[in-house]
């Protein structure tokens, strides 16, 4: 079966920084790209990263630019966010993200790891 696992989530102190990693399984990983979504309390999911299936292009958004880092390692089947100079903006539940670049455009989504940035 279809399998994302986010882990790395926890409590970090403001300008701290975590690594969080996505462990994928049961699909062609290669053939998709990989996003980081995340949602606060009362707010809508936004896209944070993402990364083409070769990892030849990375995109992010402006509120993360210059702090995190999306990658992947596609003999591994996973994909990692390192996030620096972490705000407490940037609490929210993040979710790993898969999206097929082929015509079927398969969607899959793990399940969340929670981090939380004290001030």
């Known amino acids: 079966q279809v399998q994302l696992v986010e882990s790395g989530g926890g409590l970090v102190q403001s300008g701290g920084s975590l690594r969080l990693s996505c462990a994928a399984s049961g699909f062609t990983f290669s053939d998709y790209a990989m996003n980081w979504y995340r949602q606060a309390p009362g707010k809508e999911r936004e896209l944070v990263a993402s990364i083409t299936s070769a990892g030849s292009n990375t995109n992010y958004a402006n509120s993360v630019k210059g702090r995190f880092t999306i990658s992947r390692d596609n003999a591994k089947n996973t994909v990692s966010l390192q996030m620096n100079t972490l705000k407490p903006e940037d609490t929210a539940v993040y979710f790993c993200?898969?999206?097929?670049?082929?015509?079927?455009?398969?969607?899959?989504w793990g399940q969340g790891t929670r981090v939380t940035v004290s001030s």
């Open positions: 993200n898969a999206h097929e670049e082929k015509w079927m455009r398969r969607n899959y």
